[in-house]
């Protein structure tokens, strides 16, 4: 029985430190180990663009902590290196805060944002603060009028609504591994099931 919540709890741990993946548009790439490595969770090379509507666009995350702070910076422009983030960072195009786990969609709307116009290429970088240190992700995209190719059907809250909302969840859709608040937090719950166990 002992064993068994040690288990489990293990389990958990390491789950908790995947603390969020972009989910939509595409991510340029996700590495737990690397994802607190600004500004763009480790990877630093422009991947595949999304077409990103100027109007009607979101970024569709899934969040493991319950709680987060949430920045959304833009970089217009082709080949952004870091101190474009940073500059980025003094204007964000959005932010938020997020007070659920799971699903959580963020509209962003870019049609007066600096810079942004029709087959205008950019990167989204979204800033994540869970409570311990910041995690980064990005996507590259380009920014068009008309965006066809873009799932508008990906946008999907915790609770099942399309708009974001800070709603709680029903308990249904989170999953397990996001009871866990933080790493801190299991990593306390641990030692205490370990000296249970002795
Ligand atoms: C990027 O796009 C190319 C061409 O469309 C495709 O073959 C490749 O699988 C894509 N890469 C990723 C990581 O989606
Ligand atoms: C910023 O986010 C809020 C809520 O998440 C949303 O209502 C609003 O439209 C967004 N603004 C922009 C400019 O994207
Ligand atoms: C946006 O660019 C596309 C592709 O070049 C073009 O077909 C479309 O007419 C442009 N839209 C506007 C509103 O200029
Ligand atoms: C946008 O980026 C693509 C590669 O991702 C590149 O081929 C294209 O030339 C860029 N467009 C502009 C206007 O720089
Ligand atoms: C929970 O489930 C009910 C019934 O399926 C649904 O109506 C509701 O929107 C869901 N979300 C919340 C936050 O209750
Ligand atoms: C979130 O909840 C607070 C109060 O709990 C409310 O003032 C705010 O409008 C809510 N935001 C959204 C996006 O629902």
Known sequence: MKVL?????????????????????????????????????????????????????????NSRH??????????????????????AAGTPANSTSLKHPGNACFPLDLSTFQGAANNTNATIQIVYNGGDSPLYQCSDVVLVTSAPSFDQTKCVNNDGSTSTSNSTTNGTSAGT???????????????????MAF
């Open 177 to 195: 591994a996001i009871s866990v608040k933080s790493t801190a937090t299991a990593a306390a719950a641990l030692l205490i099931a370990v000296a």
């Open 5 to 61: 919540s040690l288990a489990s709890l293990l389990l958990c741990s390491s789950a908790a430190m995947a603390h969020f993946t972009l989910d939509y548009p595409q991510s340029r790439g996700f590495d737990d180990d690397k994802e607190g490595t600004a500004p763009c969770g480790g990877f630093d090379t422009v991947a595949n663009r999304t077409q990103f509507p100027l109007t009607n666009g979101f970024l569709q995350i």
């Open 66 to 87: 319950v709680s987060a702070e949430i920045t959304i910076n833009v970089v217009i422009g082709s080949n952004p290196v870091a101190a474009d983030f940073t500059t």
